[in-house]
């Protein structure tokens, strides 16, 4: 009886083993149209290369803006220039991750206490607040208060300069700021248990005022986990549920699979980038990174060699080129998708299809093939190797790697085809390919008996 397997398409891996489904790392489907030879490929994600290696690292936070781009390097703020030669600009206090934003002229820094802007070639401090997230909207500076529900913002372009009476309360609910946000020129202003919307309603005395009714019961676990991306702003709510803002109304987007990890976090950091059309928030747990696919609406995870997670934690388009910053060190890398690992550290792609089970009757599996893009050699990877291993006890125990050929260059006709794989009930398959080469997975048949 010859079968199609069903394809893997997301992270489907929870609280329980018995129940798991399929998973994708460092992969993630991508839809085709209906003339395609299969609707639904998975496809590595791209690789990075070294583009800068920026102060000691890690990075905290990159902005571009006036063709210059601004990077926080550890404890310092550097411009680089289009040729990766860094310049030290000053010292910007903490090591958490900041939040930044600028008005045209003058870019502002906010650590979570102390409040930076750099302007005219001197970098200041001359905030009288402790500050935690910084926004730009119609011309003004805004700044949440930290451990506060305050917001104050600068002069109309000059964000050296501040009123004493230009201070905002959100006092829609008794909570705390987590942070602001600028989405489609409204304000948001994310709360512990609440968000509430503003706008500029051009007052002179003070211009920001709530949204009529845009009040919403939905709070921040973190205010790093907020990004903007698709003209809409991700984060992860106060219940450990991952949203995106619908107009007024937060929609959730995570699963229950994600959600079993966000219930014992202890922070969120996210970031966000656009490649060839997908939309990607990639959102960075304790101890797993999970990203999210706004093409398809799935979710996969990601990780770099030997780490649980995936060191890179930024992304900024700069120069006309979309770069990676490093979680750990000071790098960031060139993306592209024709570059086949990160910065020559091999890339696990590992695909884990939903599980095989016909029945209660055991079966014969006599072959199991994984038709993948064949013949992908190059001057690096003379002979790329795809491995398969199953679990017949729901992945408590595996059996031996089986290994074969990607096919050499030319090959295109190769065939990844293992035979004689015993008796099951149930079995889930793994297949991983670690080369350096181009990889892409199609589909996978199976002849039981």
């Avoid at 489904?21 to 998975?42: H, T």
């Avoid at 550890?74 to 600028?102: C, F, H, R």
Wanted: aromatic share 12%; glycine share 10%; hydrophobic share 40%.
């Amino acid at each position: 009886m010859a079968l199609k397997q069903a394809p893997a398409l997301h992270y489907g891996q929870g609280r329980s083993r018995h129940w798991g489904g399929s998973k994708l790392v460092n992969c993630f489907a991508e839809m085709g149209g209906l003339d395609k030879r299969e609707q639904i490929a998975v496809v590595c994600i791209p690789g990075a290369t070294e583009w800068a290696d920026i102060g000691t690292g890690p990075i905290r936070g990159t902005h571009y803006f006036g063709g210059v781009l601004y990077v926080v390097s550890g404890t310092t703020l550097y411009s680089v220039t289009s040729a990766g030669v860094e310049t030290s600009i000053g010292t910007i206090v903490g090591t958490a991750p900041v939040s930044m934003a600028d008005n045209g002229t003058q870019l502002c820094i906010a650590t979570g206490s102390t409040g930076y802007v750099y302007s005219s070639g001197s970098l200041t401090a001359p905030l009288a607040y402790s500050v935690s997230t910084v926004s730009y909207i119609d011309g003004y500076i805004v700044w949440t208060v930290a451990d506060s529900d305050q917001f104050f913002i600068s002069a109309l372009d000059d964000a050296l300069t501040y009123d004493a009476a230009d201070i905002g309360v959100v006092e829609g609910s008794p909570d705390e700021l987590v942070g602001a946000f600028v989405l489609q020129r409204d304000m948001l202003f994310f709360g512990e248990t609440s968000l509430e919307i503003y706008y500029n309603s051009g007052n002179p005395d003070f211009p920001f005022q709530r949204q009529g009714n845009a009040f919403i019961e939905r709070g921040c676990f973190d205010r790093n986990s907020i990004v903007k991306l698709d003209n809409t702003a991700y984060f992860v709510g106060d219940d450990r549920v991952v949203y995106l803002i619908d107009g007024y109304r937060p929609q959730r987007i995570s699963t229950h699979d994600i959600e079993y990890h966000l219930a014992t976090a202890t922070q969120a950091h996210a970031f966000g980038y656009v490649l060839e059309g997908h939309s990607f928030y990639c959102l960075e747990l304790d101890e797993i990174t999970l990203c999210y696919d706004a093409a398809t609406q799935l979710w996969h995870q990601r990780q770099t060699y030997l780490q649980d997670i995936w060191r890179m934690n930024g992304a900024v388009v700069a120069y006309g080129n979309l770069y990676f910053t490093d979680g750990i060190s000071g790098s960031l890398y060139s993306v592209s998708n024709d570059v086949f690992s990160e910065d020559g550290t091999a890339i696990l792609m590992d695909v884990y299809p939903p599980v095989i089970e016909l029945g209660r009757d055991r079966v014969a599996m006599y072959s199991y093939e994984a038709v993948f893009e064949m013949g992908v050699a190059n001057d690096d990877v003379s002979d790329p190797q795809v491995m398969l291993r199953y679990t017949d006890n729901n992945g408590h125990t595996w059996s031996n790697e089986m290994w074969r050929s990607l096919g050499v260059a030319g090959g295109h006709a190769t065939r990844a085809v293992w035979r004689g794989l015993g008796v099951f009930r149930q079995r889930q398959m793994h297949m991983r390919v670690s080369d350096a080469v181009r990889r892409l997975a199609i589909s996978y048949y199976m002849e039981l008996g």
